[in-house]
């Protein structure tokens, strides 16, 4: 599926899809992309925001370069009715200095004549096995689908610890930036990101020792 684009990113998929189950979370990831040869700043709103949890919800992309942003949406005690969902989303985008990295408060207000441009993204719920009226019997049709649903989880942990690996090496190039800056506060930013790739990246290889999924 093709994603929505304008002149400064492209934003893949077009629309933010939920599988829904009561009392569980459940997320969806956005992939930016910077299509342009200057440094791109980026902010995530949405009309429903004590149901979602955006990471991040700010950020630069590169020239070139693209980043995910994990939208989760939190467990809920009860179905919308006919599984609709008016929630939105907007993701800005706007032109940002090289050498920044932490954005002003102002980054993304129009006055002033910054050009801000904007990407609306619908909400989808999808239903899983489990909803209203349906018995547990439904779960149970086959043991194929129980080890091909226990694959795909696997398999679901897996590219999302890429992801997050991703996002964390992305980071560390940013405060390598600031050491070279003389950032006082960059020893200690430092060891703590390094630790936490250290522990995606053993993460990752576990996920990695599970079988494949086909």
Not at 60 to 86: G, H, N
Not at 176 to 199: T, W
């Amino acid at each position: 599926m093709s994603g929505a684009t304008n002149q400064l990113i492209s934003v893949s998929p077009p629309e933010l899809k939920f599988q829904f189950e009561l009392d569980k979370q459940s997320y969806c990831d956005l992939k930016v992309t910077n299509s342009t040869e200057n440094c791109v700043a980026f902010k995530v709103k949405t009309t429903s925001p004590k149901k979602y949890f955006v990471r991040p919800n700010t950020g630069i992309v590169q020239p070139w370069d693209s980043c995910f942003i994990r939208v989760t949406l939190q467990a809920q005690k009860e179905y919308p009715p006919d599984m609709q969902c008016k929630d939105k989303f907007l993701l800005q985008s706007t032109v940002v200095n090289n050498d920044i990295d932490e954005l002003p408060p102002d980054t993304f207000n129009k006055d002033g004549g910054r050009t801000v441009e904007e990407c609306k993204l619908r909400v989808v719920y999808t239903s899983s096995n489990s909803s209203p009226g349906h018995s547990e019997d439904v779960f149970r049709q086959s043991s194929d689908f129980t080890s091909n649903q226990a694959l795909q989880r696997i398999k679901d942990e897996r590219d999302a610890a890429v992801r997050q690996t991703q996002q964390l090496l992305q980071e560390l190039e940013i405060m390598k930036r600031r050491r070279n800056r003389n950032d006082p506060g960059f020893s200690l930013r430092f060891a703590i990101v390094v630790g936490v790739i250290g522990l995606m990246v053993g993460f990752l290889l576990k996920l990695l020792s599970s079988p494949s999924v086909e």
